[in-house]
T-cell receptor
Framework: SAVISQKPSRDICQRGTSLTIQCQVD?????MFWYRQQPGQSLTLIAT?????????ESGFVIDKFPISRPNLTFSTLTVSNMSPEDSSIYLC???????????FGPGTRLTVL | TQLLEQSPQFLSIQEGENLTVYCNSS?????LQWYRQEPGEGPVLLVT?????EVKKLKRLTFQFGDARKDSSLHITAAQPGDTGLYLC????????FGRGTSLIVHP
C-alpha cells in the first residue's frame, strides 16, 4: 500500500482565484493520478502525472484550467485556475502500486468556490 | 471505453439487515477493486479480486468476482451504522474505470 497526504484538506475560495493542491506520497511512484469528485458523484479522472513529462489530460480537462506539476517521484501539485462555483468538488490524488491496478487514494481536498 | 454499472445507486436500511451491491460490465477486467468512501474522506480499498469465480471475505463483507470477470458483487451481512458510506467498484488496467457508486445508509 501507499500513504498519501494532501494539502489543504479543505478550502473556501472566491470566484476567479486559483488554488494549488499538493499531494505527497511516502515512496517513489512512477504515475500519479488526479481525480475530481463532484457532490454525490463518482470519480472522474482529470489527468495522469508522470515525472519528467507533461501530464496527460482526459477529455474535458485542459492544462490551462488544471495545470499539474510533477517535480519528483513522490510529489505532485494540481492547480485549479480561475475558479467558478462549478469547480466546487473533492479533488483526489492517487497512485497505483501493484500489478492488480489497485489505486491508493489521498484523503482528498474539499474545495468550495463562492 | 470500459463501463461499470453499479446497482442500486442508493440503499437505506436498518441495522442488522443484509444487503448486496452489484457491479456489472460488458467488458472483461483483469482485476476489480471495491472501495468504501466515507464523507469527507478519500476512497479506501476494501479488496481486489483477480480470478474468475473468486470469493473473498472481509469480516461481514463477502466479495465475489464473476466467472467471466465481467461482474462482481459485495454482500454485507448484518449491516451496522459503521458500514455507512459510498461503495465504489473499479476495474481495468493501467487507469481504472470507476462505477458511479452505491450510497449506503445504515440506520441504528
Amino acid at each position: 500500500s501507499a500513504v498519501i497526504s494532501q494539502k489543504p484538506s479543505r478550502d473556501i475560495c472566491q470566484r476567479g482565484t486559483s488554488l494549488t493542491i499538493q499531494c505527497q506520497v511516502d515512496s517513489q511512484v512512477t504515475m500519479m493520478f488526479w481525480y475530481r469528485q463532484q457532490p454525490g458523484q463518482s470519480l472522474t479522472l482529470i489527468a495522469t502525472a508522470n515525472q519528467g513529462s507533461e501530464a496527460t489530460y482526459e477529455s474535458g480537462f485542459v492544462i490551462d484550467k488544471f495545470p499539474i506539476s510533477r517535480p519528483n517521484l513522490t510529489f505532485s501539485t494540481l492547480t485549479v485556475s480561475n475558479m467558478s462555483p462549478e469547480d466546487s468538488s473533492i479533488y483526489l490524488c492517487s497512485v497505483g502500486r501493484d500489478s492488480t491496478d489497485t489505486q491508493y487514494f489521498g484523503p482528498g481536498t474539499r474545495l468550495t468556490v463562492l | 471505453t470500459q463501463l461499470l454499472e453499479q446497482s442500486p445507486q442508493f440503499l437505506s436500511i436498518q441495522e442488522g439487515e443484509n444487503l448486496t451491491v452489484y457491479c456489472n460490465s460488458s467488458s472483461v477486467f483483469s482485476s476489480l477493486q471495491w472501495y468504501r468512501q466515507e464523507p469527507g474522506e478519500g476512497p479506501v480499498l476494501l479488496v481486489t479480486v483477480v480470478t474468475g469465480g473468486e470469493v473473498k471475505k472481509l469480516k461481514r463483507l463477502t466479495f465475489q468476482f464473476g466467472d467471466a470477470r465481467k461482474d462482481s458483487s459485495l454482500h454485507i451481512t448484518a449491516a451496522q451504522p459503521g458500514d455507512t458510506g459510498l461503495y465504489l467498484c473499479a476495474g481495468g488496467s493501467y487507469i481504472p474505470t470507476f462505477g458511479r457508486g452505491t450510497s449506503l445508509i445504515v440506520h441504528p
